[in-house]
């Protein structure tokens, strides 16, 4: 993704990324780690900054609090702390203790904690975000009774607070867009690998109401800065609106300040609604809902090299030959010690990248060199 993020550079110069959803932390039920040191590299590859919090500690965040706090504050500025709190237990005792030790906002996963918004425990939070103009973000993704109706009326109560869904709120996207408008402190991260909910939230949500994330380790800084700038272009971004939503807002956000003012939500006219690459992309998804689920794809890869096969002077044989590119890439790949659960089919985010590509064919590429073999 290096190349990519070069490129996009010559677009949207001036970019300062701030990865809004990080992580740290090695006790995570779902067999995922990452170390501050990790977490540091690739944030430093492509000079970016991020909010980063606890992953799921089966017993407890006080501990983890601290931890994430002693690590931002020996990280020259690159990371800014959450707390990640359950309301089961003293949510605001434990809020209270860790911003006073320098936490910058507060991070909820209703999911793992078995909650909802509406939990009694969570509205001194709440009012104590609303007080301070705390960043509080939530685990917006499947499992969640009533997140969005609870999150809309949360922000209305306490206008105060910047509430942000994570992983585009798809959830409750089909519908909560429309109530973005009257709650200008409901915001939405992009932590999520379908561009096709990206983009849904890219065309329908204004770009001051949505923040790159990457949710590391689960995906990479330097992919989350690429795709989320490729699909903000693709929709239809401007260059500034782009390095907001690239960190530009996030920034604001945990110091604290106004939100800026980026403009309405573009709509939905500049989408793409190419037939081939449509079929491209169909294939490829096919193949990553079988690598998710330890399938290797073989049969529905070759469907995607099929399709791929539009002739070199087609208007999209650019994007077809970087699709084959990764394809070739992902047969030399070897998953060894790549931190990746053993449950998926290997190199998977091969095919999480040609998808992005394959969905924002109007922005421009990077100079097409084919690997050398060996």
Not at 317 to 327: F, I, K, N, Q, S
């Amino acid at each position: 993704m290096l190349p990519w993020l070069d490129r996009l550079r010559d677009d949207v110069p001036d970019i300062e990324p701030l990865d809004a959803h990080t992580h740290i932390g090695s006790n995570d039920p779902d067999g995922y780690a990452c170390s501050s040191a990790e977490l540091k590299g690739s944030l430093e590859r492509i000079q970016a900054r991020a909010f980063v919090f606890p992953m799921h500690e089966p017993d407890g965040y006080s501990a983890a609090n601290d931890m994430v706090i002693e690590e931002a504050e020996a990280s020259d500025g690159r990371l800014f702390p959450f707390a990640r709190l359950n309301p089961h237990d003293d949510a605001l005792a434990e809020a209270e203790r860790a911003l006073g030790r320098g936490a910058r906002g507060i991070k909820l996963h209703p999911r793992a904690e078995q909650f909802t918004l509406d939990h009694p425990g969570l509205q001194p939070v709440f009012a104590l975000a609303n007080e301070r103009h705390l960043p509080v973000m939530v685990h917006a993704g499947r499992g969640i009774p009533a997140l969005g109706r609870h999150s809309v009326d949360a922000t209305g109560r306490h206008p105060g607070m910047r509430l942000i869904l994570a992983h585009a709120g798809i959830s409750d996207l089909a519908w909560i867009w429309r109530e973005t408008p009257d709650h200008p402190n409901l915001f939405f991260d992009t932590s999520w690998w379908a561009p096709s909910d990206i983009q849904a939230l890219f065309a329908l949500v204004a770009p001051g109401q949505i923040l790159m994330a990457s949710d590391a380790p689960y995906g990479s800084p330097t992919w989350a800065t690429v795709m989320s700038a490729r699909n903000a272009l693709q929709v239809g971004l401007d260059a500034e609106q782009t390095r907001g939503v690239l960190g530009g807002q996030a920034l604001r956000l945990v110091n604290g300040d106004e939100p800026l003012d980026l403009g309405p939500a573009p709509g939905v006219e500049t989408l793409s609604r190419d037939p081939l690459l449509d079929r491209v992309y169909s294939f490829l998804m096919s193949a990553l809902g079988q690598m998710f689920q330890g399938v290797e794809p073989a049969e529905t890869l070759a469907l995607v090299r099929l399709a791929c096969d539009v002739g070199d002077d087609a208007p999209q044989a650019g994007v077809c030959r970087w699709v084959l590119e990764l394809l070739d890439q992902r047969e030399r790949y070897s998953p060894e010690g790549d931190g990746r659960p053993a449950r998926f089919a290997p190199g998977l985010h091969f095919a999480v990248a040609a998808i992005g590509i394959v969905r924002t064919p109007d922005v421009p590429a990077p100079e097409f060199r084919p690997a050398t073999a060996g």
